[in-house]
């Protein structure tokens, strides 16, 4: 552990990436005793755990970050879109800059919580056993850190090597020359994928779903010195309009869709605007495009169409380009969460990759040397990849044992449908808060926008406490249905609310299909919590 755990705490905070920092660095001012606890080894959340080959952010850089000048001020991305060795590279600067570390204890994954409503405070045991009491507690775990692994028959009998992508050995390992397999295409399934096709005997990616990538575009950043002095002269001009614009967007990036809609435009116009977005990359072409993409499917169908065209193109052999890029695809483009590419899709012109469609042949079992499929053959493996997902969103907070009021677990609470006010906080949980979590913009919002966002208010909250001397903090139950009816109501309306995605829950056994994502955008949802505080934390218990 970084530091010695303290017994008595104001405020304790789980997680040490962006969101549980970020909040750190704010409620410190306040004159609290606060303390991270981490699992990890070091700080950076998901950027610590994704060492797979390959791993990489799909959001440029120059928005991929905080918003305090203290810290971009003399820093500098070499790529637009940094892997995994810059991103931690990037948080021991924030670290740096910061002096964070001494209030962290890295190597302490919290347990279980349980409330005390005699002494209205939370008693946290760790891993090894240690009990800490905290008045306030708040869960920074993030979006995507709970681990999903299929329970496939016979895993533990294969006598290859296996690893989640989010669970790689942090001392790497060499994929030349051995037959590999990927189970999954989501992002880190992709990425995966493009390292290990060039450097496998075979590689065998199993696919459930067709994700359609788009082309990232990644390149280098000059470093030559009069570049970066001109840089620097540009991110003082640029940067303080940049963040503010971010919160001026519905995904907390500096760009969003334009105003016209799809048909208001000629075809020309369109294919035209389309082409500009498929050039410019990275998520262009799926959120800065017509304002109604996401909400009219005959609009949404007009992209798809276009980005499967720019995608068959790339695909030598017509059969695997109908897998990878389907006429009928099972989800609406965009409302699964898009992953960017470098050489994706060219990778299955080589004469080393194989790609099964899970739908025609599903997996039966894990053999000792590699994975059987329903027609009865036996694929050899020697590196099992499982990029097969996480238990999103909520699943970073339920995998805490959590007992609140009268015996009531958040596991129980969110059995049949998850209840949050604001996606912050959820009644019968007094003085726990999360952020990045249900019913939030998280998934579907810039992480560092988020992280700040929810961090601002709930410092906002603490200074309020401390004036007023309140000691108890609770979301009513009426509040949380309203703000879940609201979630619910905006879902409706777009084309999310079919997406057999992690979005909705829908890739987790017995997890009620729902939006996990407030998808009215980070200005509504700004607003809301605005309205909130200005009104005295309408909707809250205090005392």
Not at 253 to 269: C, D, G, H, I, R
Not at 310 to 334: C, S
């Amino acid at each position: 552990m970084s530091e010695s755990i303290c017994n008595e705490l104001d405020v304790l905070i789980v997680g040490a990436g962006f969101s549980g920092l970020y909040q750190l660095y704010t409620l410190r001012p306040l004159g609290l005793r606060v303390k991270i606890f981490e699992a990890a080894s070091d700080i950076g959340g998901v950027w610590h755990w994704n060492c797979y080959p390959g791993a990489r952010v799909d959001t440029n850089s120059e928005s991929y970050q905080y918003s305090l000048s203290s810290i971009w001020k003399d820093w500098h991305w070499n790529e637009k879109f940094p892997g995994q060795n810059e991103m931690r590279k990037y948080f021991h600067h924030v670290d740096e800059k910061l002096d964070l570390k001494k209030d962290i204890c890295l190597n302490t994954p919290v347990k279980s919580a349980k409330w005390q409503e005699c002494e209205k405070s939370w008693i946290i045991t760790i891993d090894n056993g240690s009990v800490v009491r905290t008045r306030f507690f708040i869960i920074c775990a993030g979006v995507n850190t709970e681990p999903l692994v299929p329970k496939y028959e016979g895993l533990d009998t294969f006598k290859g090597v296996w690893h989640h992508t989010a669970r790689w050995p942090r001392d790497g390992l060499d994929l030349t020359g051995k037959r590999v397999a990927v189970i999954g295409t989501g992002a880190s399934g992709v990425q995966v994928a493009q390292e290990a096709a060039a450097c496998a005997s075979k590689l065998t990616v199993f696919q459930r779903t067709a994700n359609p990538c788009l082309p990232m575009r990644q390149q280098k950043i000059n470093t030559c010195i009069a570049e970066l002095e001109n840089h620097k002269k540009l991110k003082e001009e640029l940067y303080p309009i940049m963040f503010r614009r971010m919160l001026q967007t519905p995904g907390g990036l500096a760009y969003m869709s334009v105003p016209q809609t799809t048909f208001s435009v000629t075809a020309e116009e369109r294919r035209l605007f389309y082409e500009q977005l498929y050039a410019q990359g990275g998520v262009a072409l799926w959120l800065w495009g017509y304002s109604d993409a996401l909400t009219d499917k005959a609009a949404n169908d007009e992209v798809y169409a276009f980005w499967r065209r720019k995608t068959l193109a790339r695909i030598k052999d017509p059969k695997m380009g109908e897998k990878l890029a389907p006429e009928h695809p099972e989800n609406a483009f965009g409302v699964k969460r898009i992953s960017l590419e470098q050489n994706f899709y060219e990778i299955f012109n080589q004469d080393n990759v194989e790609l099964l469609d899970l739908t025609e042949n599903p997996i039966e079992r894990i053999s000792e040397v590699g994975i059987v499929t329903k027609d009865g053959i036996e694929h050899a493996v020697d590196v099992l990849v499982m990029a097969t997902g996480f238990d999103s969103i909520s699943g970073s907070i339920t995998a805490i044992n959590i007992e609140g009021k009268n015996g009531v677990t958040i596991q129980e609470k969110w059995l049949k449908g998850t209840h949050t006010y604001l996606g912050v906080a959820s009644s019968d949980f007094p003085n726990m808060f999360f952020t990045n979590g249900p019913q939030a913009p998280s998934g579907l919002c810039n992480g560092p926008t988020c992280a700040e966002i929810q961090g601002d208010w709930l410092t906002e909250l603490m200074k309020y406490a401390q004036a007023k001397h309140i000691e108890y903090i609770e979301a009513r139950p009426e509040a949380e249905e309203g703000w879940r009816q609201l979630v619910l109501g905006i879902n409706a309306m777009t084309l999310f609310a079919n997406a057999k995605s992690w979005y909705n829950g829908a890739n987790i056994e017995n997890k009620p299909f729902e939006p996990l994502n407030f998808i009215g955008g980070v200005p509504l949802y700004m607003q809301r919590c605005k309205e909130v505080a200005e009104h005295d934390y309408e909707g809250f218990s205090l005392s």
